[in-house]
């Protein structure tokens, strides 16, 4: 079983920073050609799609995110990044990585957010 690990939460004022990893525990083809994407969820919201990458590496991102985050993933080291800007309070949750669409099994813990105003 794929074991998707998130980190690089934190907290954060409005305006700041933070860079996500998730690391698999695939090795090889299939973090390579799947597609991948980052979710949050936000407390009493459901979970939603933030960024992704597509199988054929095209880049999508949610509109509330677009311009201020970055998504990359580095297959050498079956590691997938985003990087967040100028956060905004809205940004708060708990952010998750997984394939796109997602694999109900491979939910990880996630990590937490926390953009202060």
């Known amino acids: 079983q794929v074991q998707l690990v998130e980190s690089g939460g934190g907290l954060v004022q409005a305006g700041g920073s933070l860079r996500l990893s998730c690391v698999s525990s695939?090795?090889?083809?299939?973090?390579?050609?799947?597609?991948m994407g980052w979710y949050r969820q936000a407390p009493g919201i459901a979970r939603e799609l933030v960024a992704r990458?597509?199988?054929?590496?095209?880049?999508d991102y949610a509109e509330s995110v677009k311009g201020r985050f970055s998504m990359s993933k580095d297959n050498a080291k079956n590691t997938m990044y985003l990087q967040m800007d100028n956060l905004k309070p809205g940004d708060t949750g708990l952010y998750y990585c997984?394939?796109?669409?997602?694999?109900?099994?491979?939910w990880g813990q996630g990590t937490q957010v926390t953009v202060s105003s």
């Open positions: 997984n394939w796109d669409p997602p694999a109900p099994d491979a």
């Open positions: 695939e090795a090889g083809i299939v973090f390579r050609i799947n597609g």
């Open positions: 990458i597509r199988t054929g590496g095209q880049i």
